[in-house]
């Protein structure tokens, strides 16, 4: 019994895939096994286990949206060997992404919808999937620009955050374009 246990052994491993570690800082794929409470359970091609915790989630992303099963891409940052779990971030490889996606749109000059979470004096901030961005109030649309007299900096403030939480369609501007150029 104990030869046929053996011989069964070794043709499983031969046709088992190679085990590839995956390396710090890779974007790998995964698949959900648990979200419970604010942390992601992630299998890594069968041969891993991996752990989102909360703060490398993302504030992009809606935890209740994500189901067990589920394909998902992340970051390794590392792993805990007292836990036996690869340490993984969605957030993370979401920037990533979301970088590859504006550097796409900026060369198509697609225009993409933006929604702003502040504003100062001098335009809106916005957050694109984790990564910040700057609309200066000189490059609003004239339906948006803040018309006040005197150019008074605390009434231009107030306008703009009446803006904050209103979509804004965006694009790159004529002047990135011909800064692009050169």
Avoid: C, W
């Amino acid at each position: 019994m104990a030869k046929l246990d053996l011989a069964l052994f070794e043709e499983l491993f031969e046709q088992s895939p190679e085990i590839k570690y995956p390396k710090e800082g890779e974007v790998i794929s995964g698949t959900i096994v648990k979200v419970e409470k604010k942390n992601i359970l992630v299998n890594v091609n069968n041969q891993f286990t991996g752990l989102v915790v909360s703060k490398e989630v993302g504030n992009t992303v809606d935890l209740n949206t994500l189901e067990s099963g589920q394909p998902i891409d992340v970051m390794v940052l590392g792993d805990s060997v007292e836990r036996g779990l690869l340490i993984l971030s969605l957030k993370r490889a979401n920037q990533i992404k979301n970088l590859t996606n504006l550097a796409k749109y900026n060369e198509s000059e697609e225009v993409i919808t933006v929604t702003p979470t502040e504003a100062n004096k001098g335009g809106l901030l916005v957050d694109i999937d984790g990564l910040k961005g700057f609309i200066p109030v000189s490059q609003l649309t004239p339906l948006h620009y803040p018309r006040v007299e005197g150019a008074n900096a605390d009434k231009i403030l107030e306008h703009l955050e009446g803006l904050v939480g209103k979509d804004f369609q965006v694009g790159r501007s004529s002047e990135t374009a011909k800064a692009h150029r050169g």
